[in-house]
T-cell receptor, first 116, second 114 residues
Framework: AQTVTQSQPEMSVQEAETVTLSCTYD???????LFWYKQPPSRQMILVIR??????QNATENRFSVNFQKAAKSFSLKISDSQLGDTAMYFC?????????????FGDGTTLTVKP | GAGVSQSPSNKVTEKGKDVELRCDPI?????LYWYRQSLGQGLEFLIY????????KSGLPSDRFSAERTGGSVSTLTIQRTQQEDSAVYLC????????????FGSGTRLTVV
C-alpha cells in the first residue's frame, strides 16, 4: 500500500516570502500521479498542482511549483511571494491510476499560516 | 452541475439516529469518492464508485456505514445508529478519470453526533 508523509504539521511564513512544504511517499510503482491540494478555513479543498511521475520537468502553476525527486520519492511544494490568501491546510496526495480507478492516498496535511 | 454539491452542509444528530449525506458530482464525472476528515486531521478514505458500482469499500469503518450511487450521478452515504466517534466532516469528490486528472471536492458535510 502507498503511504504519504508530510513531516511538517504546521508552518508559517511572512507575506511576500517563499516557503517550501515537504512530502515524501512510498510506492513500488513506476507510473503514478502526485498532487497538492489546498484546504482554506472555508473548508472546500481545491487542487493546486499536479505532477506526472514519468515527466522529469517539475510542474509550475503561477506562484506554486514543485520539486519532484522520483528516486528519493520526494514531492515538495514551493510557494513564492506568499499571500495572506495562501493561509490554508495543504495536503499532498498520491494516485495510482492503473488500478482502483484513481483512488488517492493523502498525507496528514501541513497547516500554513501567512503572516502580514 | 458546475461543481460538486453536498448536502446538508451541517448536520447535528442524536446518538443512535440514522443520517443520510448526499453528494451530487460534476455532470459526466464517472468516479465518485467519499472521504472522512476528523478535526484538523488528514483524509480517511471510505468508499469509491465507478459508475454505480463500488469496487472498493475497504474504508467503511463498520457495517453501520453504507453508500449507494444511482444513475451514475448522485450518491448517498448512510450512517445507521450514529455514534459520537462518527462526528467528522464527510467529503465527497468526483473525477473524470482522464489520465492524471485530480479530484474536485465538495464543501463537505459537518456531522456532529450529540
Amino acid at each position: 500500500a502507498q503511504t504519504v508523509t508530510q513531516s511538517q504539521p504546521e508552518m508559517s511564513v511572512q507575506e511576500a516570502e517563499t516557503v517550501t512544504l515537504s512530502c515524501t511517499y512510498d510506492t513500488s510503482e513506476n507510473n503514478y500521479y502526485l498532487f497538492w491540494y489546498k484546504q482554506p478555513p472555508s473548508r472546500q479543498m481545491i487542487l493546486v498542482i499536479r505532477q506526472e511521475a514519468y515527466k522529469q520537468q517539475n510542474a509550475t502553476e503561477n506562484r506554486f511549483s514543485v520539486n519532484f525527486q522520483k528516486a528519493a520519492k520526494s514531492f515538495s511544494l514551493k510557494i513564492s511571494d506568499s499571500q495572506l490568501g495562501d493561509t490554508a491546510m495543504y495536503f499532498c496526495a498520491f494516485m495510482k491510476p492503473a488500478t482502483n480507478a484513481g483512488k488517492s492516498t493523502f498525507g496528514d496535511g501541513t497547516t500554513l499560516t501567512v503572516k502580514p | 452541475g458546475a461543481g460538486v454539491s453536498q448536502s446538508p452542509s451541517n448536520k447535528v444528530t442524536e446518538k443512535g439516529k440514522d443520517v443520510e449525506l448526499r453528494c451530487d458530482p460534476i455532470s459526466g464525472h464517472t468516479a465518485l469518492y467519499w472521504y472522512r476528515q476528523s478535526l484538523g486531521q488528514g483524509l480517511e478514505f471510505l468508499i469509491y464508485f465507478q459508475g454505480n458500482s463500488a469496487p472498493d469499500k475497504s474504508g467503511l469503518p463498520s457495517d453501520r456505514f453504507s453508500a449507494e450511487r444511482t444513475g451514475g450521478s448522485v450518491s448517498t452515504l448512510t450512517i445507521q445508529r450514529t455514534q459520537q466517534e462518527d462526528s467528522a466532516v464527510y467529503l465527497c469528490a468526483s473525477s473524470a478519470l482522464v489520465r492524471g486528472y485530480g479530484y474536485t471536492f465538495g464543501s463537505g458535510t459537518r456531522l456532529t453526533v450529540v
